[in-house]
């Protein structure tokens, strides 16, 4: 049937149409049928959804692309071949479904859709991608699946606001490297023919929760998969993987696949056992190993005991600094010293008991560019540490923060800070003064304002957190900050924006907000 539902139109499947008589077009009707009746409903220029799924059509009219204030787009289960010239001008759409079609190739025009959140292309007959798709500045989600893709485009992996990428049931050999996707969620790339999986794949990714590489040719996992901290389930079944790097056993997996695979390290009976007798059998290697590695501090009568807990391993290979989850309250002298002339760039002393930043971080402030204290007692950080000055990442939440020293200004190569769980009542104001920042993540405090002319003056912010606080309103002006991608508002006490405003996404957030800034 075909109805209006606010602002929508509908045809899929059995489509009554009214116009002055009655015609009815069935499930799986012909395009010329549908194109007619479409082409008088195109001039409806108030149009937000449309959807057009289920039936025969070959083509599209060109009319389609007058409608300027369009939002959704749905033309799955059809058997389109292309998609027709002029289709950039629909520059409010946010949501494009083409999947089941017939698609051979994606014009680079598309990637003109500048306002595009959501964009479906699978299970068409796709070989390649445009390499102007990474001018999709906010698209989010990018489904691929199903398609006939050898490679992807390297600047698939510019794609600052990508959150959910789906690339699997495809022919690929090699993934590009993710250089800017710092906010991505999701990679599924099972059932391809990817053959390595290498450090440059791996190190950006430092916000996947859910990394999918089932059914593919992998040999080996690099021992760079432990720097993927935030990764929460991991798919390796079905592949060729022979061992498992016992760096792995340091994330905090709540689900590991590896079934299907010739794996000769592990006995089947702790595979049976599931994911968390897995790790904790990766975590007892490391330490059984570890003192064999040739530069780690030869273990004698004499060794103190938070000596024997360095990792090593990931000193030498992963260039990582890993004291966390000990409960300590200080961090041993060892630790620093087993460093020796080894090069670091990342620091993770998180699930601590640390009420203040160890002073000998200072050291490594030539050389590291990422540090966790997450989950310690912090309640202030102290100005020598902001001597770290190639920091560009930086987690201190779950702490007890209620503001950051004015020196934080100084760390001119920070992006992304999270400063969730603490006790922060406004945003910081030092933070207004560091014109690096991407990424603000401060949810869960106690945050009762923000000053949108300051914030406005962050042209490089993308991503701004909020979620949990005191707002008790968001001042219209915020609206003008429109290099934001990412606004998170929920759970705050104001009454507007209302949910329904919510959940439309950023961008509509941002144009309400600037809707109601003063004459």
């Given at each position: 049937?075909?109805?209006?539902l606010?602002r929508?139109?509908?045809?899929?499947?059995s489509?009554?149409?009214?116009?002055?008589?009655?015609?009815r077009?069935?499930?799986?009707?012909s395009s010329?049928?549908?194109?007619s009746?479409?082409?008088?409903?195109?001039s409806?220029?108030?149009?937000?959804?449309?959807?057009?799924?289920?039936?025969?059509?070959?083509?599209l009219?060109?009319?389609?692309?007058?409608?300027?204030n369009?939002?959704?787009?749905h033309?799955q289960?059809?058997?389109?071949?292309?998609?027709?010239?002029?289709?950039?001008?629909?520059?409010?759409?946010?949501?494009?479904?083409l999947s089941?079609?017939?698609?051979?190739?994606v014009p680079?025009?598309?990637?003109s859709?500048s306002s595009?959140?959501?964009?479906?292309?699978?299970?068409?007959?796709?070989k390649?991608?445009?390499?102007?798709?990474s001018?999709?500045?906010r698209l989010?989600?990018l489904?691929?699946?199903?398609?006939?893709?050898?490679?992807?485009?390297?600047?698939?992996?510019?794609?600052?606001?990508?959150?959910?990428?789906?690339?699997?049931?495809n022919?690929?050999?090699?993934?590009?490297?993710?250089?800017?996707?710092r906010?991505l969620?999701?990679?599924h790339?099972?059932e391809?023919?990817?053959e390595?999986?290498?450090?440059?794949?791996?190190?950006?990714?430092?916000?996947?929760?859910?990394?999918?590489?089932?059914?593919n040719?992998?040999k080996?996992?690099?021992?760079?998969?432990?720097?993927?901290?935030?990764?929460?389930?991991?798919?390796?079944?079905?592949?060729?993987?022979?061992?498992?790097?016992?760096?792995?056993?340091?994330?905090?997996l709540?689900?590991l696949?590896?079934?299907g695979n010739?794996?000769?390290?592990?006995?089947?009976?702790?595979?049976?056992?599931?994911?968390q007798?897995?790790?904790?059998?990766?975590?007892?290697k490391?330490?059984?190993?570890?003192?064999?590695?040739s530069?780690?501090v030869p273990?004698?009568?004499?060794?103190?005991p938070s000596?024997s807990?360095?990792n090593i391993?990931a000193?030498?290979?992963l260039?990582?600094?890993d004291?966390?989850?000990?409960?300590?309250t200080v961090?041993?002298?060892d630790?620093?010293?087993?460093v020796?002339?080894?090069i670091i760039?990342s620091v993770?002393?998180?699930?601590?008991?640390?009420s203040?930043?160890?002073?000998r971080?200072?050291?490594?402030?030539?050389?590291?560019?990422?540090?966790?204290?997450?989950?310690?007692?912090l309640?202030?950080?102290?100005q020598?540490?902001?001597?770290?000055?190639?920091?560009?990442?930086?987690d201190?939440?779950?702490?007890?923060?209620?503001?950051?020293?004015?020196?934080?200004?100084?760390?001119?190569?920070l992006?992304?800070i999270n400063?969730?769980?603490?006790?922060?009542?406004v945003?910081?104001?030092?933070?207004?003064?560091?014109?690096?920042?991407?990424?603000i993540?401060?949810?869960?405090n106690?945050?009762?304002?923000?000053d949108?002319?300051?914030?406005?003056?962050?042209?490089?912010?993308?991503?701004?957190?909020?979620?949990?606080n005191?707002?008790?309103?968001?001042?219209?002006e915020l609206?003008n900050?429109?290099h934001?991608?990412?606004l998170?508002?929920?759970?705050?006490?104001f009454?507007?924006p209302?949910?329904?405003i919510l959940?439309?996404?950023?961008?509509a957030?941002?144009e309400?907000?600037?809707?109601?800034?003063?004459?």
């Amino acid at each position: 049937m075909w109805m209006f539902l606010k602002r929508q139109i509908r045809i899929s499947r059995s489509v009554p149409l009214t116009d002055g008589g009655s015609k009815r077009i069935s499930r799986n009707s012909s395009s010329p049928v549908i194109n007619s009746s479409l082409s008088r409903m195109t001039s409806a220029s108030y149009l937000l959804l449309l959807f057009l799924i289920h039936n025969k059509l070959k083509m599209l009219p060109e009319e389609i692309t007058n409608l300027k204030n369009l939002k959704a787009l749905h033309l799955q289960h059809n058997e389109l071949t292309c998609i027709p010239e002029g289709f950039e001008r629909l520059s409010s759409l946010e949501d494009l479904d083409l999947s089941s079609n017939r698609l051979a190739a994606v014009p680079a025009g598309l990637a003109s859709l500048s306002s595009l959140l959501r964009l479906n292309l699978s299970s068409n007959q796709l070989k390649s991608l445009p390499t102007e798709i990474s001018k999709m500045k906010r698209l989010k989600h990018l489904d691929c699946n199903s398609n006939l893709l050898e490679t992807v485009p390297p600047e698939l992996g510019l794609m600052e606001s990508l959150e959910l990428l789906y690339l699997r049931r495809n022919k690929l050999r090699a993934l590009p490297e993710f250089l800017s996707c710092r906010i991505l969620k999701e990679l599924h790339v099972g059932e391809n023919q990817i053959e390595t999986l290498q450090a440059e794949h791996l190190q950006q990714l430092t916000a996947v929760l859910v990394l999918d590489l089932r059914d593919n040719k992998l040999k080996s996992v690099p021992e760079e998969i432990a720097l993927l901290q935030s990764l929460e389930r991991l798919d390796l079944s079905n592949n060729d993987i022979s061992s498992l790097p016992c760096s792995l056993g340091t994330l905090h997996l709540k689900f590991l696949a590896l079934e299907g695979n010739p794996l000769r390290t592990i006995r089947r009976e702790i595979i049976a056992k599931g994911t968390q007798e897995v790790l904790k059998h990766l975590r007892s290697k490391v330490k059984d190993d570890g003192p064999n590695q040739s530069n780690s501090v030869p273990e004698t009568a004499m060794t103190l005991p938070s000596e024997s807990r360095v990792n090593i391993h990931a000193i030498v290979t992963l260039k990582l600094l890993d004291y966390s989850d000990k409960q300590a309250t200080v961090i041993p002298d060892d630790v620093f010293d087993a460093v020796k002339s080894n090069i670091i760039t990342s620091v993770n002393f998180s699930k601590n008991c640390l009420s203040e930043i160890p002073a000998r971080v200072v050291e490594l402030k030539e050389m590291v560019s990422e540090v966790s204290l997450s989950f310690n007692k912090l309640a202030f950080i102290s100005q020598e540490f902001c001597v770290l000055q190639k920091l560009t990442f930086l987690d201190i939440r779950n702490n007890l923060l209620s503001s950051l020293p004015e020196e934080v200004a100084s760390l001119a190569k920070l992006q992304t800070i999270n400063l969730s769980f603490n006790r922060f009542k406004v945003l910081p104001e030092v933070l207004y003064q560091i014109p690096s920042l991407e990424t603000i993540l401060i949810s869960n405090n106690q945050v009762g304002s923000v000053d949108p002319q300051k914030m406005q003056l962050m042209e490089k912010l993308s991503t701004l957190d909020l979620q949990n606080n005191d707002l008790l309103h968001i001042p219209p002006e915020l609206g003008n900050c429109v290099h934001l991608r990412t606004l998170l508002l929920d759970g705050n006490p104001f009454r507007v924006p209302r949910a329904a405003i919510l959940m439309k996404g950023t961008a509509a957030v941002l144009e309400y907000l600037r809707d109601r800034i003063p004459a």
